[in-house]
């Protein structure tokens, strides 16, 4: 099945901006919904942004206007452009796919996720 590697988190300043990127192998990302997630500890996890095979996109209120998330299907990656970074940005981020047939862990939009990422950590200070 799918499996998810995210990548660009580290510390950036408020005001900031910073790209998160995940890779997906084992299956082609272009026919599912794909999406970030964040959390930070004893808290629920919230969908942050999501977009579908259509390239139709969803995002948080607290991120509209801020976060934008892209697919690049050819390369099988999914990105989330982060930019006017506030301290309550910092998080874990998760990339999700959604895998029929499998427990679904987050919803957004109607996008049910199965599958997740290891995460990476965003820090704004």
């Known amino acids: 099945h799918v499996q998810l590697v995210e990548s660009g988190g580290g510390s950036v300043q408020v005001g900031g901006s910073q790209r998160l990127s995940c890779v997906a192998s084992?299956?082609?990302?272009?026919?599912?919904?794909m999406g970030w997630f964040r959390q930070i500890p004893d808290k629920e996890r919230e969908g942050v942004a999501g977009?579908?095979?259509?390239?139709?996109?969803s995002y948080a209120d607290s991120v509209k206007g801020r976060f934008s998330i892209s697919r690049d299907n050819a390369k099988n990656t999914l990105y989330l452009d982060m930019s006017s970074l506030k301290p309550e940005d910092t998080a874990m981020y998760y990339c999700?796919?959604?895998?029929?047939?499998?427990?679904?862990?987050?919803?957004?939009?109607?996008?049910?996720?199965?599958?997740w990422g290891q995460g990476t950590q965003v820090t704004v200070s």
């Open positions: 999700a796919t959604e895998v029929a047939g499998y427990a679904v862990e987050g919803v957004i939009m109607g996008c049910e996720y199965t599958h």
């Open positions: 977009i579908e095979s259509d390239g139709s996109t």
């Open positions: 084992g299956d082609t990302i272009g026919r599912y919904c």
